[in-house]
């Protein structure tokens, strides 16, 4: 996502500022991004005005919150643990100061989503216009699908290779549902398809993947090789193989690089580019993180 959905500005006299903890942003994820802070003890920011919507997540600790549109009035909330806050997308600036309220640590999680995935997402699964489908703003509340999404979407973004593309795509289009579902003004059913994938489907399907092993695979361009929308594609294919389009992708460019290790000389850089990895360190990562092994302690194991 090339846009910068929030801006945080520092006031002007000295005062500690958010840590970043975790950030989605060399991950290769599109009409996703994710950042978890460290929040100072009481802090002010502005946040300008942006057409995605964000979800931010209290993860940990409790807070008193005042904000207003600039040059508005006030207006005061307290946010404790697990409470979340959904702020659809607007053109209007918002001032905001908070006050830590516990001694523990202040950790939140901004999520922000691309109005092209919400307008897309609308259209392909409901029966509604999308532009009649805004988000309606909530404040504190509580919802265990989006704090489970949010908190394993930070827990990946902790990993040393955290999951790319697919992985990004696919909790993108999992929370798109469900805002659309319980967060829209209008009464919203999501058109399901029982219909699974036909033997010669799914036949097809791992064909292309393993031809285009190499390439960087989205969501949409193997949903269109069955003609089935990005998110039921994701239902099903976890339905037919127990598996998320993600790990079975991420599987098959291990099994690959195994293979190229074992059988052949090629240097671990063209090993990397072969299987669909960003380079030699992400393939040494991800080889790591399957195996615990790297790929030069593979290659020399499977030689002795």
């Known amino acids: 996502m090339q846009d910068q959905d929030t801006t945080i500005q520092a006031p002007e006299e000295a005062s500690p500022v958010p840590k970043l903890l975790a950030s989605s942003e060399e991950a290769g ?6 950042q978890a802070y460290h929040e100072p003890a009481e802090y002010e920011w502005i946040a300008e005005g942006t057409r995605h919507s964000s979800l931010v997540l209290v993860a940990r600790g409790s807070l008193h919150v005042e904000q207003r549109p600039v040059n508005g009035p006030w207006s005061g909330q307290t946010f404790h643990q697990g409470d979340l806050l959904l702020q659809p997308g607007s053109t209007t600036s918002t001032e905001l100061h908070w006050k830590c309220l516990s001694s523990e640590p202040l950790h939140l999680l901004y999520i922000h989503l691309s109005q092209d995935l919400l307008a897309r997402t609308a259209q392909e699964l409901t029966k509604h216009d999308p532009a009649r489908l805004d988000l309606v703003s909530h404040f504190g509340f509580q919802d265990p699908l989006l704090a489970q999404i949010g908190l394993t ?13 697919l992985y ?10 469900h805002l659309l579902h319980h967060y829209t003004a209008l009464s919203v059913e999501i058109q399901e398809r029982s219909q699974g994938f036909t033997p ?16 960087d695979l989205s969501l949409e361009v193997l949903a269109q090789q069955v003609g089935f929308s990005p998110y039921h594609f994701t ?3 976890r339905e037919a193989t127990g598996e998320t389009p993600h790990q079975f992708v991420q599987r098959q460019r291990v099994e690959r690089a195994k293979k190229l290790l074992r059988d052949s000389d090629v240097p671990l850089a063209h090993v990397a580019l072969e299987c669909g990895f960003a380079n030699q360190s992400h393939l040494t990562r991800v080889l790591k993180r399957h195996l615990h092994l790297t790929p030069r302690v593979y290659r020399h194991n499977r030689s002795i």
Do not use: D
């Open 153 to 165: 979407l930070w827990q990946e973004l902790e990993h040393s290779a955290p999951a790319g593309k």
């Open 200 to 215: 010669r489907q799914m036949n097809h399907l791992v064909e292309f993947i393993l031809a285009h092993l190499s390439e």
């Open 168 to 177: 990004g795509q696919a909790a993108a289009q999992m929370l798109a549902v």
């Open 29 to 34: 994820w599109e009409e996703i991004a994710v």
């Open 235 to 237: 239902r099903l294919f």
